[in-house]
């Protein structure tokens, strides 16, 4: 059966098609959800997509954190069902409480669109279970607020339980630990800077982006419905 | 006393009277207001549009041309690209950052008006030289507004071009292009149709924001103290502005607006007094209904504000409801503020029109005059008085360098540090991004159907070239930029053209003006190319100093199928390099960049465009892209061979090791129509054999490899510091510390 992905659409998203695209040509079929629909329907599992959600005005998610369908999202999660934050959507998530510590401005001061080399550092997460930790993979970064940041108690936790998902090889904007992704406790919830549905054509420059779109396929597909 | 408020408002006491026979009577204040921003420089062209005549306009591809928003042209498998491009000079001096970004949020509103969505921007920079202080405020704040209001708007910035020459210090430029994709049915034209039909204005309230911007920033030069201007630069909104992009593309597909129109220059004046005259009627207009952001503005205020983030739909009646809701979805205001009448007359009302109406008339103009019947200029031209002495001081005669390294590393500059902070690849259609020869988009966008085809774009400029010969150095951009698509594998399309020239009051000015677009018609038309919509921006001096003039042309062009990335501007260990076109005159240094860099020699006589050789180098190009031939390929122009095999050499971290005849002037000539490529010894045969079928001349220049570009007895540079050089040279410029 096809897996279903509700990708969430707020005033100001911009990459829900290209992910839409990304897991089309995963075989998935995406859905975009209204952030001002409080029902996600049935799907099996959920992306929040790049951009600038509300113009990013206040903060990066702060205001989407409170769009209607957030809680039917925050619902999803806690039954265990995945939950994709990528970029604007990892910062949403962030506000909203479902993945730990904040992102602030890039170290630097600058928006930066560029080629980000990563290291899987937990394969144990909805986003990376088809890789391996060592794994590096090619994925575009495209954040002005990519900078990751939480208390060191935070940090410490989720070094202890292995919840750093991705990090930098070369660390493009200051964020603790060199983290790119983290994930949720129960591993369902997953968030990060870099764009895997930018990386998902040879002829746009890597492919490495399936593995990980894959990875979140697979896993929908793996568990029970919600 | 009415004469001095005509004066005020920009208008010349002839301008003014020719008003008062329009009326046949004495316009008043609102009126005048009126007439003075549609009549300025900036909205009406009234200086060069005696000369743009005579640009070739058409082709069987071309859906829609000059005189609407945006160029749309045909691109196959029944999709059109609508494209254009705008300057946004004077408001980024005063206020780099919003004049950048409502440069930005302008083309893109131009773009989506024709009914397609806005895929991809490019941006054409020109700064003073970055030792100056307020130069790299100027420059960062622009680099700044384009990135914060394109990234956050959704459009990716997928290439442009950066330039730093002395006579941009004080008057940057700042032109953005935009292309925009769609099906062809979809074509939306500012036409009111419709007696009785609805006015609706979309988007931001209408504030106080670059009132007059058009007549008072545009259209007179700068001189000390023009920061008492910056109310006069309007503020961006790119959430705004995304909202009302999805809104309308909604509209569209619901197939619920007769006509629409941007409000850009000029505001809400402009764009009624448009629409209505482009579809023969009139409007009533309710200055009363529309909303604003402030308190006590008068009608004049309201008509001429450019508030950015605004659209004017024609909407019929029956239809108002269901704009409203998809308005209300996309939470952007929507306000009834005029009716389409018979007449051909725009009425400036408080309160409302229809029978019975008590409402008080505030301005009653007919619509056309607003455009049509502003005046022409045909302005005195004149040569400069020196041109004949200038052309004869040919730069043959300068000391040759005994080390030719230095002034090819002075060339190296990386542009990454201004492209890394523009998003390039949203829409997931970047193939190549900036930085290179040309920028490739797939043809793809929400919606539409799958194709196979791409896109090549580029903006390509020398105001150098152009300072010693406007005329023959705009036929050289204009080559440059077919060879640059060709480089790609595409085949040209259209033409876009920005140009920005000086006061236009100056003779010599108008000459340029004239002589560059002549230099475009003729290149065109022998190329068989249609030049699609532009821009002129003029006043472009300060303190009485006019810029070089800088014509940037844009060259769309067509990939029929798009398989893989083309090979780049870069070089394979053990390539052979070859030079493909002429090369007779290729020792020419007349308008050269080493010329002016290492002696400020700024003489001589431009090299001769050779159109038909032209088209032939770029056909073998094409092919040999096309047919996966070369590892590598790069056109020769600014910075001449040098720089073109530099450039390769530090983009992939491979040396090089060549001969070139004619020593420094052979390195450094920046004649047109060559190419350098690296093949792979398995197919130097057939590139030879295809070149010479073509009638193109290949010299064997060398090989590629090794850990130091050298060029027999003129070049010797180790690879890593010639990378160094290059990825150091702008954040060393801009003095920048840490990442």
Excluded at chain 1, 45 to 57: R, S, T, W
Excluded at chain 1, 73 to 80: E, P, Q, R, S, T
Excluded at chain 1, 151 to 169: D, K, T, W
Aim: proline residues 6%; aromatic residues 4%.
């Amino acid at each position: 059966m096809t897996t279903r992905v509700g990708v969430v659409v707020f005033p100001g998203s911009n990459c829900e098609h290209d992910v839409a695209e990304a897991l089309a040509g995963l075989g998935a079929e995406a859905e975009l959800v209204w952030h001002a629909d409080t029902d996600l329907g049935d799907v099996d599992a959920v992306v929040l997509p790049g951009g600038f959600a509300h113009g990013d005005y206040l903060r990066p998610g702060a205001i989407a954190r409170f769009s209607p369908i957030m809680a039917s999202v925050g619902a999803f999660a806690a039954a265990g069902g995945p939950v994709l934050g990528i970029c604007n959507g990892f910062q949403v998530l962030t506000e909203a409480g479902l993945l730990p510590g904040a992102l602030q401005k890039n170290q630097g001061s600058r928006f930066l669109c560029a080629p980000a080399d990563l290291v899987v550092a937990s394969a144990e997460s909805a986003l990376t279970s088809g890789t391996a930790v060592g794994d590096v993979l090619r994925l575009p970064i495209n954040h002005f607020e990519g900078n990751y940041t939480c208390s060191a108690e935070v940090l410490a936790e989720l070094r202890a339980e292995e919840r750093v998902v991705l990090r930098y090889v070369d660390n493009p904007n200051g964020s603790v630990d060199d983290i790119a992704g983290v994930c949720s406790a129960e591993r369902n919830v997953v968030g990060l800077m870099p764009h895997p549905e930018r990386a998902c054509d040879p002829l746009l420059g890597s492919d490495d982006g399936r593995r990980l779109l894959g990875s979140l396929l697979a896993w929908a597909a793996g568990r029970l419905p919600v | 006393m009415p004469l001095a408020l005509h004066r005020e408002l920009g208008l010349t006491d002839d301008e003014a009277e020719a008003i008062t026979g329009l009326l046949g009577r004495p316009a008043n204040d609102l009126e005048l207001a009126m007439y003075a921003v549609m009549w300025s420089e900036h909205c009406s062209y009234k200086s060069s549009r005696v000369h743009l005549g005579r640009l070739p306009f058409t082709a069987p591809w071309v859906l829609a041309g000059f005189g609407e928003n945006a160029g749309v042209v045909d691109v196959g498998d029944g999709l059109a690209v609508a494209l254009r491009i705008e300057s946004h000079n004077h408001p980024s001096a005063i206020e780099p950052y919003q004049g950048a970004a409502t440069g930005v949020g302008g083309i893109i509103r131009d773009i989506f008006t024709m009914g397609a969505r806005p895929i991809a921007l490019l941006d054409s920079l020109h700064f003073g030289p970055l030792d100056n202080p307020r130069n790299r405020w100027v420059m960062e704040g622009v680099v700044s507004g384009v990135s914060g209001y394109g990234n956050s708007v959704g459009v990716p910035t997928v290439g442009g071009e950066l330039s730093v020459r002395p006579c941009f210090t004080g008057n940057p430029l700042v032109n953005v292009a935009c292309i925009g994709l769609m099906r062809h049915e979809r074509l939306v034209l500012a036409r009111a149709e419709g007696v009785g039909n609805l006015a609706v204005l979309l988007g931001s309230s209408t504030g106080r924001d670059g009132i007059g911007g058009v007549s008072v920033l545009a259209s007179a030069e700068f001189s000390d103290g023009d920061e008492a201007k910056r109310p006069s630069v309007q503020v961006g909104d790119p959430f705004e502005e995304k909202r009302l992009i999805e809104a309308c593309l909604a509209l569209f597909d619901a197939d619920l607006v007769v006509g629409i129109q941007d409000l850009g220059g000029a505001g809400l004046c402009c764009a009624t007094s448009e629409i209505a005259a482009n579809g023969g009627l009139g409007m009533d207009v309710d200055v009363r209904t529309v909303p604003l952001r402030e308190q006590g503005m008068v009608p004049a205020e309201i008509m001429t504000s450019e508030s950015q983030e605004r659209m004017l739909a024609i909407v019929e009646p029956g239809d108002l409801d269901a704009v409203l809701a998809v308005c209300r979805r996309w939470e952007v205001q929507a306000t009834v503020v005029g009716t389409v009448t018979t007449g051909g007359r725009l009425r400036i009302l408080d309160g409302p029109a229809g029978p019975g109406s008590t409402s008080i008339v505030l301005a009653d103009v007919p619509a056309a005059t607003l455009h049509d019947d502003a005046p022409r200029y045909r302005r005195p031209l004149a040569a400069p008085a020196d041109l004949a002495a200038r052309r004869a001081d040919d730069p043959a005669h300068l000391p040759e360098p005994a080390d030719c390294g230095p002034a090819v590393l002075e060339m190296l500059a990386d542009t990454s540090w201004v492209w890394s902070q523009y998003d390039h690849q949203l829409f997931l259609n970047t193939v190549e991004g900036p930085g290179g020869d040309a920028a490739i988009l797939r043809v793809k966008a929400p919606g539409l159907p799958a194709s196979r085809r791409g896109l090549a774009l580029t903006t390509d400029s020398n105001s150098r070239w152009c300072a010693l010969d406007p005329r023959a150095g705009t036929a050289l951009l204009l080559a440059e930029g077919v060879l640059n698509v060709a480089c790609v594998g595409a085949r040209p399309l259209a033409v876009v053209n920005c140009l920005n020239f000086g006061n236009p009051e100056h003779p010599e000015v108008m000459w340029q003006l004239s002589e560059a677009v002549d230099g475009l018609a003729d290149t065109c038309r022998a190329m068989g190319l249609p030049v699609v919509g532009g821009n002129v921006s003029l006043y472009n001096s300060s303190d009485g100093a006019d810029i070089d003039p800088t014509p940037v042309i844009g060259v769309l062009g067509v990939i029929d199928e798009l398989v893989r990335r083309p090979p780049g501007a870069g070089l394979t260990e053990g390539g052979h390099l070859l030079l493909l076109g002429p090369t007779a005159g290729a020792g020419a240094l007349a308008g050269s960049r080493w010329a002016e860099t290492a002696h400020g020699h700024r003489g001589g006589a431009l090299p001769v465009l050779d159109v038909e050789a032209h088209l032939a180098v770029c056909d073998v190009v094409r092919d040999l892209v096309t047919d996966s031939l070369v590892d590598g390929v790069h056109d020769v122009s600014d910075g001449g061979l040098a720089l073109a095999l530099a450039e390769m050499a530090v983009r992939t971290g491979v040396g090089f090791d060549v001969v070139v005849e004619a020593g420094h002037a052979g390195l450094f000539s920046e004649s047109p129509s060559r190419v350098v490529v690296c093949v792979p010894r398995a197919h130097v045969a057939d590139v030879t054999r295809r070149a010479g079928e073509a009638g193109v001349a290949v010299t064997p220049l060398g090989h590629a490899g090794g850990d130091r570009l050298v060029v027999a007895g003129l070049v010797d540079v180790a690879v890593p510091e010639a990378v160094a050089t290059w990825t150091g040279s702008l954040p060393a410029k801009l003095q920048l510390t840490g990442i």
